[in-house]
């Protein structure tokens, strides 16, 4: 363009006009990148839209009332999409390969949402075949949205390719790969820091509940959780783990069948929160709150049982007992348990929960481990409870009813899970069970208010698993039952009630973590159990951790050895019977942090038992 011209047209026109080295306008070049930024963020709203699977459109809105989740979702998809510009030379190849594997994966966790409840994480991808072959099982329906966004990767590709045709020299191909490369490492810094994700737990809660991991998963989009996920999927395993080294472990043991005459029914409930305060020395409490849970002691085996967990953490305890693992991790694929095993052996698996099947996604993880039928809110208790959740004057009753109601041709296995003695619990007023539960001295009025609150619900628990007991007691059908506290209850914050109450909770000292970590467990049997088994549980039994109660459970009702996993945890349990997930061991009857040379070399064992075990369900 001549200077005459580039007058009248002014500088502006003159820039945009001018010609590059490959002899484009720089207009050209600037609606080549405008497009390619375009199609990109545009396929991060697209997964956007698919991200909040049925939950209320709410969700999508508060993406962009909260714009750094939209930004995080946004922008590793530019980068991606820059970055194979950069390679291939063509913006339609680019973005096609983008958008196609980003809404192929989001759709994918749109129809896992709605079917499961459940995200679609990086730890589900070597599951992906499997998931294929039993979407069959599902009824799929193609809704507006998904049609949407194919429609989008298709007429947007199409655009591109005719109307975005910029195709960029080598050496400067070379220099935009370099700078993309540069950008996606603090783009994926950003997306994988934690300090960020958990700030975003408390925004965009809008149709969704905080207390659901699902929800709190959904409400930060897809691209972005995804890609926060991708460190948990990559399996730590233990030193010198190997298939082949795990398999040497067990192999002294073998899988040993339950003898077909003491198959009994086994019921195993987990108590929220349930402990015994006055084994901690606390004063002042009403005989009529633990009375009929120490009578049912007195005909029973109890014992103490050592927890990882302190006021929350509910399914650490569960999964533990379940599953026979001491460190857990977040199950994304069917596990190996002692609930497939009791499948093995012709049980029927079911078990109850009166909350909902969202809440710790225990819909979802309880089929990984192996439950043929599990009972929630959503699916049996919504029909007979007023309140939010079902209490024990529920649960407990419901727990006998699907005993009774079992197919009585095949033995039995049933683990329920109570909600009743949840915290917190109000420090301004007196819950359902009044007052007169607990009257000591020396706490603040907000304590006494809690206490009575705890001791109540304790007290009412005791009463219903006494009546539980005593509708078994003389029942034809033989029934062993094991029973447990989960975790100690929360009492105020910064376990303020403890402290005025007095209650060592130094962990540093062996009495401390003992009213830290443990709770109690029981084990009684009924008449017909006795007469089957040839056994009369009393008395005290061993200081175990969660994952070695069903060995306890196995040795103390003579059902045999058990599985080769079980066999080896026996054997560890008499060099070690407590592995706690902050380093504490029981070795020699004392609680260490440091384990002998011989203990280590154990627990090294464990570990690489353990890995093979949350990998192979045989």
């Known amino acids: 363009m001549s200077e005459e011209k580039a007058e009248k047209r002014g500088l502006f026109s003159f820039f945009l006009f001018r010609k590059t080295p490959d002899k484009k306008p720089v ?41 750094l989740i939209a930004v995080l979702n946004i922008l590793p998809v530019l980068v991606l999409t820059y970055l194979l510009y950069f ?26 949402l709605r079917f499961r409840d459940d995200p679609f994480i990086a730890a589900d991808i070597p599951a992906i075949t499997t998931g294929l072959k039993v979407s069959g099982n599902y009824e799929i329906t193609v809704g507006v949205r998904v049609v949407a966004a194919f429609a989008f990767v298709l007429l947007s590709t199409l655009f591109l390719a005719f109307f975005v045709r910029g195709r960029i020299r080598f050496r400067f191909r070379t220099i935009g790969i370099v700078a993309a490369l540069l950008a996606a490492w603090p783009v994926a810094l950003w997306c994988l820091d934690g300090g960020t994700f958990d700030s975003l737990e408390n925004f965009n809660y809008s149709g969704a509940n905080r207390w659901s991991d699902t929800q709190k998963q959904i409400t930060r989009g897809f691209v972005y959780p995804f890609i926060h996920s991708i460190p948990d999927a990559i399996p730590q395993k233990p030193a010198g783990y190997s298939d082949a080294r795990a398999r040497e472990i067990l192999s002294p043991y073998e899988n040993e069948d339950i003898p077909e005459d003491k198959k009994v029914n086994i019921i195993g409930i987990q108590l929220e929160a349930f402990n015994d305060f006055e084994r901690l020395g606390v004063e002042g409490i009403d005989e009529k709150v633990y009375e009929k849970w120490h009578e049912l002691e007195k005909e029973s085996l109890t014992g103490t049982l050592v927890t990882n967990i302190f006021a929350g953490g509910t399914i650490d305890t569960e999964r533990c007992f379940l599953t026979g693992l001491s460190e857990l991790d977040n199950f994304r694929a069917p596990v190996g348990s002692y609930v497939r095993y009791f499948t093995s052996q012709g049980y029927f698996t079911e078990g109850a929960h009166a909350s909902y099947d969202w809440f710790y996604n225990r819909k979802v993880i309880n089929s990984y481990i192996g439950f043929d039928e599990y009972w929630f809110k959503e699916n049996r208790y919504d029909e007979f409870i007023t309140g939010i959740v079902g209490m024990d004057d529920v649960m407990i009753p419901d727990i006998l009813e699907l005993f009774r109601s079992r197919d009585k041709s095949v033995p039995y296995f049933n683990f329920s899970v109570t909600y009743q003695g949840h915290g917190p619990y109000a420090d301004d007023n007196l819950f359902a069970w009044g007052d007169g539960f607990w009257e000591g001295d020396g706490c603040s009025d907000a304590s006494y208010m809690i206490l009575n609150n705890y001791f109540g619900s304790i007290a009412d628990t005791s009463e219903r698993i006494s009546w539980f007991v005593d509708e078994l007691r003389d029942d034809p059908d033989p029934v062993v039952v094991v029973m447990y506290g989960d975790h100690n209850p929360w009492l105020g914050n910064g376990n303020s009630v403890y402290i005025e109450l007095g209650v060592d909770l130094d962990v540093s000292e062996e009495q401390g973590f003992y009213n830290y970590f443990s709770t109690e467990y029981l084990i009684w049997a009924n008449d017909a159990a006795k007469d089957a088994l040839g056994i009369d549980p009393k008395g005290k039994g061993p200081t175990v951790s969660a994952c070695f109660l069903m060995n306890v459970l196995f040795d103390e009702c003579g059902l045999g050895r058990g599985p080769a996993y079980m066999q080896f945890t026996t054997d560890f349990m008499k060099e070690c019977p407590v592995v706690n997930t902050t380093g504490f061991y029981l070795e020699d009857g004392k609680i260490t942090t440091e384990p002998s040379e011989k203990l280590s070399g154990s627990l090294g064992d464990l570990r690489i038992a353990e890995y093979y075990r949350k990998h192979h369900t045989d």
């Open 87 to 112: 390679i291939t030379g063509r913006s339609w190849i680019a973005h096609l390969i983008v958008s196609g594997i980003v809404t192929a994966a989001s759709v994918g966790d749109y129809y896992k």
């Open 27 to 67: 207009l050209f070049w600037i609606w080549n990148f405008l497009c390619i930024t375009a199609a990109a963020v545009l396929t991060g709203a697209v997964s956007l839209m698919l991200a909040y699977g049925n939950y209320p459109f709410g969700i999508f809105k508060g993406y962009f009332k909260v714009p």
